[in-house]
T-cell receptor, first 117, second 112 residues
């Protein structure tokens, strides 16, 4: 299909509620990443799904954050008991798995803008 | 662990001036990538450098990879307002195979 898609594009929620953000990677891409970007800031790595290997969860900021990738395709990022500091744009990216030690080009989705009131 | 440092954090230029952003790694990189994020948009891949001392050009953009493969630079000649955005470098990093580590980015503002 086209590129990486994410839904919803915007999400407004109340503090304490749970939210689910969805990412549809490019077909055939076995690597999937989630990043968080606060206004005017850089990319904060959250989690990396690398094919069939265990995901790299080293960037998840707290145990309120979790992510899964079903069937090696669609991924869902869940934030439980949202806090105001969770407000940010959540970006998903996908790529082919690298070969020979090289990383591959990441293709980013448009992001989900999360606002926690 | 792997860190990719990028400077400057911000750069304001007059249209027509040149711009350079630098990326430095604490360890040798097998390759380095550059991305551009327009205001309100998402990062878009620009280029990948692989060889020591490699130089690649895309119109007014010149990308360099250091001889030691620990640093890289992006130079824009005669900036235009369309160059506005955040430029990120990214290299392999961390303990996970294939994981990209992004620099903090340089936010470029071009005044007409």
């Amino acid at each position: 299909g086209a590129g990486v898609s994410q839904s919803p594009s915007n999400k407004v929620t109340e503090k304490g509620k749970d939210v689910e953000l969805r990412c549809d990677p490019i077909s055939g891409h076995t690597a999937l990443y989630w990043y968080r970007q606060s206004l005017g800031q850089g990319l904060e790595f959250l989690i990396y799904f690398q094919g069939n290997s265990a995901p790299d969860k080293s960037g998840l900021p707290s145990d309120r954050f979790s992510a899964e990738r079903t069937g090696g395709s669609v991924s869902t990022l869940t934030i439980q008991r949202t806090q105001q500091e969770d407000s940010a744009v959540y970006l998903c990216a996908s790529s082919f798995l690298p070969r020979g030690g090289r990383t591959d080009t990441q293709y980013f989705g448009p992001g989900t803008r999360l606002t926690v009131l | 662990g792997q860190q990719v440092m990028q400077i400057p954090q911000y750069q304001h230029v007059q249209e027509g001036e040149d711009f350079t952003t630098y990326c430095n790694s604490s360890t040798t990189l097998s390759n380095i990538q550059w991305y551009k994020q327009r205001p309100g948009g998402h990062p878009v891949f620009l280029i990948q450098l692989v060889k020591s001392g490699e130089v690649k050009k895309q119109k007014r953009l010149t990308f360099q990879f250091g001889e030691a493969k620990k640093n890289s630079s992006l130079h824009i000649t005669a900036t235009q307002t369309t160059d506005v955005g955040t430029y990120f470098c990214a290299g392999p990093g961390g303990t996970s195979y294939g994981k990209l580590t992004f620099g903090q980015g340089t936010i470029l503002t071009v005044h007409p």
